[in-house]
């Protein structure tokens, strides 16, 4: 099991920017593909961004696509998500997850999750 801790959530006005952390723990990093995933009030948790285990290849929701950027740091044991330009639709939980599949992106080990708000 690999222990994940997400941090950087926070409050913001819309069109404005966050960056959020996931550091993990526990187990052999490097060798897990990673994902971002959300949740709002409301609504069922669904895919954000993934990056596979090298950091080669990412995939993002077609909502947040052209905002957000996935990146990793196998070095530090940490992923990360940039959001810019963001919308009051983005509020939610974010949660960071290995994966146990990348097509369709499927979390196995998930974060405790990081508040995120945008306000209008």
């Known amino acids: 099991q690999v222990q994940l801790v997400e941090s950087g959530g926070g409050l913001v006005q819309a069109g404005g920017s966050l960056s959020l952390s996931c550091a993990a723990s526990?187990?052999?990093?490097?060798?897990?593909?990673m994902g971002w995933f959300r949740q709002a009030p409301g609504k069922g948790r669904e895919f954000v961004a993934v990056?596979?285990?090298?950091?080669?290849?990412?995939r993002y929701a077609d909502s947040v696509k052209g905002r957000f950027t996935i990146s990793r740091d196998n070095a530090k044991n940490t992923v990360y998500l940039r959001m810019n330009s963001l919308k009051p639709e983005d509020t939610a939980v974010y949660y960071c997850?290995?994966?146990?599949?990348?097509?369709?992106?499927?979390?196995?080990?998930w974060g405790q999750g990081t508040q995120v708000t945008v306000s209008s």
């Open positions: 997850a290995t994966l146990e599949s990348y097509r369709p992106p499927r979390g196995r080990d």
């Open positions: 526990g187990r052999t990093f490097n060798s897990y593909d």
């Open positions: 990056i596979s285990w090298s950091g080669g290849s990412t």
